[in-house]
DNA sequence: AATGAATGAGCCTTCATTCAT
DNA sequence: GATGAATGAAGGCTCATTCAT
């Protein structure tokens, strides 16, 4: 945004690092060596290590917001909005690991919250959730706030697994057999395990046999 | 177990301060005071923090196993394994809230591994986990290591988000609402959201009146 | 006298921030903030921070002197000089209370003397002393210099304490005790205290009674 | 008292800087190297930096008690008390300027009080200054509260101005004529000069030589 | 003339650890 | 065996100053 100027510079840096350790584990000087400047151009920017912290936050959420609402903002069916969301999270996650801070920070901030987490739940958390939300109870016209509530939850919840327990995952399974749950397959798997249990879709297990195939089920859920 | 005093006061404050700041956020001098122990008692016993921490990890892992195997052990059909598995992880998730630390110290070790998540994960994730993928794998005959390994990651993200996401869930639906999530309807509803996907329960949703009838379901859990 | 709008303002915030704070308590963040210009404008105009002070203890004595001299350099028999002379130190040292700082810079000097003290030691304080010296030297003819000056330093002492020991006098007899004691009392306290030890007046103690009442005392100074 | 420990080390190189530098001008960088220990000694016996400075006011305190209270507490007439008090607050003053920081410090305490003051008002000066008072009240029957108060300040800023001034009248009268007015001789000036304005010794000035009564100062002064 | 940006030194504090008793 | 005392490293922050424009 702006050319590079120290600012700039320091908040990438901190990015960096906030995503990396934490607010805790991340110290400013290491932040400042890695953005080339002084310690105190933090104090002088920032305030201190909390502002710093807000802004690269602000940033983050910023550079998600560019590229995200074109694909979203776009009308759907419910179905398809949900397997849009389930997509974009898993996808974001998956990036996350490929280095990019951005998402990786506001990840932290849901597992771990800070003072600044108020901003990211207005900003970005809740409408994309708002979203979702909209979608599900379209498909399930019966469900309460509650039980949509908890709906919601649970397609968020398959996703930010991949995200939360990636390292004891690894552990559990194996380094390879995690690396095959790429991101088409997860954004395939947790799809249809949603929608099957909304009813939109064939669901796994005993029913897989006679399930509906790819083009059967897009037809279903484009007939609503 | 322990029989010194000590060394037993000192873990079970270690392990409050644990579950409550995490490794790095706690302190032993704020340990050692709650111990009402010298801070080099701490030394002395553990060798150092990380010593510290890994014992009280391993006594958390202790008094979960004490409590849970007689449930589970018992011979159950696949689908109440699996209602049973979840009801297990949410009570555990609601616990911590009212503040017994042990469970807590294991899923602030799910989401942040430290170098004693091999233990946790050999000695107390694994064997649970092994107990689901079986359970998953029986409902789903055709379904390669892959996708039963997904499915079994779609269940436990499901719990796991309670505890995990529950502070910015708080904010992003309000106090109220979240606290109308309680034990007993999240079991129910994330049981019946896993069995409908895998095609042995009614899905919500438009599928929900014409769903497959009480019949159905038992005769296709039964019949394996 | 400095035509300049920015460089008086900085000497304005300057002198309140200094007299308030001392010069290692206040900051030049603070001084610009409050002047409303630059930080870098004080090293601009004046060198740097103690060529800012340095420039307000000038003005604050330049200040001083123009309502000052007017009243002094008149004639008066040395009782009535002293009079004066403890008249006007007390006043200066209650308006600082009020927020006067010109006043205050000059007694936090005397108290706590800087580089920038030879200045105000030559240009401000000698003069005063001088005549205050010479007025005590008039009313006892035998004295030698030590003994002028040690009569001097009583007087001067006594006055000052009224801002040394303010702090601490207020705690010591309280708050409404100390108020009582407004700037007509003392001037007339200290006066009399003082015209005592010289002979020029009645005693406090034991010798009250038969004082000279404040008509005869007034006439008594007032005759010469 | 204590043997020659790390901790009684800190209070004596503490109290030496402080007195020297005042709290803020003071680091504990400077104090743990004088004292020969490590910085962090600081923290461990004394909380922080204000702690150690209180302990370092509180052995100051308790140094001055052992000393002066035998020679004060003997029943003395009035005038006599008054002369052993400014006896007394003089020696400190000019003790002071040979290193000893024990009272050094407590003079700063009473320019420019920190927190710690109220402990000092409280234990050391207030007791003090009560005998002082009444002193004084007992050679002025009729005085009241108020001119107690202002008779007691009369005699204690006389003192504290060598004190408080003392870098100021160095530069005023220069550094002989200074020098030449030792303990013996500002104890003997003060004394005189406080018990001559109480009418029980002479005054200096034109009454000098024909000692007082009344009706001769009466004459004396409007004579001239 | 005037300023936003940047700097390096220094401050107090906290922490886990080790040592001598 | 157990502990009070002491340590060194590191962290966040503040300050007066300088630089480039």
Redesign the interface.
């Known amino acids: 945004m702006v050319d590079d100027p120290t600012k700039q510079r320091l908040i990438e840096a901190a990015g960096e690092e906030f995503a990396a350790r934490g607010f805790?584990?991340a110290t400013i000087r290491s932040i400042s060596k890695r953005a080339g400047t002084n310690i105190a151009a933090v104090n002088y920017h920032f305030g201190d290590k909390e502002g710093l912290y807000a802004a690269a936050l602000i940033e983050a959420h910023r550079c998600g917001q560019q590229e995200g609402d074109e694909t979203e903002v776009t009308d759907a069916p419910p179905a398809e909005m949900i397997r849009r969301f389930i997509h974009r999270f898993i996808t974001n996650i998956k990036r996350d690991a490929a280095g990019s801070w951005q998402t990786a920070m506001m990840h932290r901030?849901?597992?771990e919250?800070t003072k600044a987490?108020?901003i990211l739940?207005r900003e970005s958390?809740?409408p994309r959730?708002e979203r979702l939300r909209a979608a599900v109870a379209a498909?399930?016209?019966?469900?309460d706030?509650?039980?949509v509530?908890?709906?919601s939850?649970?397609i968020?919840?398959?996703?930010?697994?991949?995200k939360?327990?990636h390292?004891?995952?690894v552990?559990?399974?194996g380094d390879d057999?995690y690396k095959?749950?790429d991101v088409e397959?997860?954004t395939e798997?947790?799809s249809?395990?949603?929608l099957?249990?909304?009813?939109?879709a064939?669901?796994?297990?005993?029913?897989?046999?006679e399930s509906l195939d790819a083009g059967e089920e897009a037809r279903c859920t484009g007939s609503?």
Do not use: K, T, W
């Open positions: 805790e584990g901030e849901m597992i919250p987490a108020d739940v958390i809740r959730f498909l399930c016209p019966d469900a706030d509650r039980r509530n908890a709906l939850f649970s968020v919840g398959q996703c930010l697994h991949y939360v327990a390292p004891i995952s552990r559990l399974i057999a095959s749950l397959f997860i798997h947790i249809r395990f949603c099957a249990a909304l009813g939109v064939a669901p796994f297990g005993a029913g897989e046999r609503r």
